[in-house]
């Protein structure tokens, strides 16, 4: 079965400290891989997308994530964490034929300490 | 602004009423999809149109729910004799459609709660 798994509910990093949330899938083939962040009372936010190519993909807000296949894992980075970053991360995965009917993971929300 | 807007943002409603909620896409964007997402879950696909053609459906979608795209713009989605069950976000997103490799734009989400 297709599916997106976020290992971590919640995590709580302090500001500054580096960050790194987990994302593994379960898909038949590559499938198109995003992450995307969500503020409270806010839709959904295209943080970055891994289509094919480097495995290393940039993204905004100073975010990266790197695809391994051999792990089926697709992990959010980013160096240096700010108090805005405080939010909810979803990982999602769609076809490669198109990217509708995307499953998204549970999610992992984010606190940031002083 | 030219983001995908959502309309209401907020409904409370009683169990059995019928609510509606509307979404408008990017203007270019021929492509609109539904998802659900209720308290501590990611997003779960509902539908999706191209145009004004509703292609998939999803199981979650019970015959209670139906959703429309007219004339391939706005869409809309009724939830009739709403449950509790039925409580959640309900957001929208568009895409331009142009291939496989289109991002999809959401919306702020339409958050309903029924008594």
């Known amino acids: 079965a297709q599916s997106v798994t976020q290992p971590d509910i919640h995590i709580t990093v302090s500001e500054g400290a580096s960050l790194e949330l987990r994302c593994n899938y379960s898909?038949?083939?590559?499938?198109?891989l995003f992450w995307y962040v969500q503020s409270p009372g806010q839709g959904l936010q295209l943080l970055l997308k891994?289509?094919?190519?480097?495995?290393l993909v940039q993204g905004i807000k100073g975010f990266e994530a790197e695809f391994k296949r051999s792990q089926s894992s697709f992990n959010l980075r980013k160096p240096s964490v700010h108090w805005s970053d405080a939010a909810e991360y979803f990982c999602a995965v769609a076809p490669n034929t198109g990217g509708f009917k995307t499953i998204f993971g549970a999610g992992t929300r984010l606190f940031v300490k002083a | 602004d030219t983001g995908v807007s959502q309309d209401p943002r907020h409904k409370i409603t009683k169990r059995g009423q019928n609510v509606t909620f509307r979404c408008d896409p990017i203007s270019e964007h021929n492509r609109l999809y539904w998802y659900r997402q209720t308290l501590g879950q990611g997003p779960e696909f509902l539908t999706y149109?191209?145009?004004?053609?509703?292609?998939?459906k999803s199981r979650l979608l019970s015959d209670r729910f139906s959703a429309e795209r007219p004339k391939g713009s706005f869409s809309t989605l009724e939830i009739q004799r709403t449950e509790q069950g039925d409580s959640a976000m309900y957001l929208c997103?568009?895409?331009?459609?142009?291939?496989?490799?289109?991002?999809?734009?959401f919306g702020p989400g339409t958050r309903l709660l029924v008594l």
């Open positions: 898909y038949g083939a590559t499938p198109y």
């Open positions: 149109f191209q145009n004004e053609a509703q292609l998939e």
């Open positions: 997103a568009s895409s331009s459609g142009q291939g496989a490799r289109e991002t999809q734009y």
């Open positions: 891994y289509f094919s190519g480097d495995t």
